[in-house]
């Protein structure tokens, strides 16, 4: 998968799996959690060429979309 590909789909699948979540669970959604769901479903969307690495990239883009860059 290309970057910009990967990009799109976590950016819009982590709104998606935010959707899914509890209430109680909304505030500080977990990075893990969702890495663990999106591994589950659509693992080849962690399958990326990057200098940073592949994890770093899709963690600061879900961050960015579920608006968690306070914890960078």
Same mark, same amino acid.
């Given at each position: 998968? %290309?970057?910009?590909?990967?990009? %799109?789909?976590? $950016?819009?699948?982590?709104?998606?799996? *935010?959707?899914?979540?509890? =209430? @109680?669970? $909304?505030?500080?959604?977990?990075?893990?959690?969702?890495?663990?769901?999106? *591994?589950?479903? #659509?693992?080849?969307?962690?399958?990326? $060429?990057? $200098?940073?690495?592949?994890? #770093?990239?899709? =963690?600061?883009? *879900? @961050?960015?979309?579920?608006?968690?860059?306070?914890?960078?």
């Amino acid at each position: 998968m %290309k970057k910009d590909e990967a990009e %799109k789909a976590i $950016r819009s699948l982590a709104t998606t799996w *935010f959707d899914t979540l509890p =209430e @109680d669970k $909304r505030e500080h959604p977990s990075w893990y959690a969702f890495k663990d769901w999106l *591994f589950a479903h #659509y693992s080849h969307c962690l399958d990326f $060429r990057s $200098r940073t690495g592949a994890n #770093y990239d899709a =963690e600061a883009w *879900f @961050d960015d979309e579920l608006g968690q860059n306070w914890r960078r």
